[in-house]
T-cell receptor, first 107, second 113 residues
């Protein structure tokens, strides 16, 4: 079965603290993984994808096939990072989303 | 990138009625997707709409309840038929463009009384 698990519904950190949003997946094939973000009153948008190995807004995510994880990390959180974050798996043409994690960055 | 216009942005409907949601894209795209996000839950794919063929529905979703039209490469509609309060949800249109990237509409917040 294809599944994405985000164990934390809410993650609250102080500004300047490191952030790690957890994501684990279940998929028998070669996974394509993404992180999507939804800021307050904005539409859902792509943050990053594992095949690009890019850093967007200071966020990175490394695919760990052994642990079937794709955790999202940022060394120093900023208040503008507060948003809902979704991890997603792409088996074929569709996306399977995790339940999402609300990141709250406190000043 | 792709710019998606989705409407209505919200509606309040009576049970037993139907609502049609429209999704307009500023460029031609092969595949359009319709998602549902129920309160407190993640996004669930309803169906994939391909131009010139019938939509492909995911498990748990049927054409009679969620008929979809895809008359051309820039437009699609999703109808929520014979609504009940359980259909209260956010409905999202999305398209694949620029390789693997998915772009989303702003969503339609539906409340069924």
């Amino acid at each position: 079965a294809q599944r994405v698990t985000q164990p934390e519904k809410l993650l609250s950190v102080f500004k300047g603290a490191p952030v790690e949003l957890k994501c684990n997946y279940s998929y028998s094939g070669s996974p394509e993984l993404f992180w999507y973000v939804q800021y307050s009153r904005q539409r859902l948008q792509l943050l990053l994808r594992h095949i690009s190995r890019e850093s967007i807004k200071g966020f990175t995510a490394d695919l760990n096939k052994g642990e079937t994880s794709f955790h999202l990390k940022k060394p120093f959180a900023q208040e503008e990072d507060s948003a809902m974050y979704y991890c997603a798996l792409k088996p074929g043409n569709k996306l399977v989303f995790g339940a999402g994690t609300i990141l709250r960055v406190k000043s | 990138s792709a710019v998606i216009s989705q409407k209505p942005s919200r509606d309040i409907c009576q049970r037993g009625t139907s609502l049609t949601i429209q999704c307009q894209v500023d460029s031609q795209v092969t595949m359009m997707f319709w998602y549902r996000q129920q309160p407190g839950q993640s996004l669930t794919l309803i169906a994939t709409a391909n131009q010139g063929s019938e939509a492909t529905y995911e498990s748990g979703f049927v054409i009679d309840k969620f008929p979809i039209s895809r008359p051309n490469l820039t437009f699609s509609t999703l109808t929520v038929s014979n609504m009940s309060p359980e259909d209260s949800s956010i409905y999202l249109c999305s398209v694949q463009s620029g390789g693997e990237k998915l772009f989303f509409g702003s969503g339609t917040q539906l409340s069924v009384l």
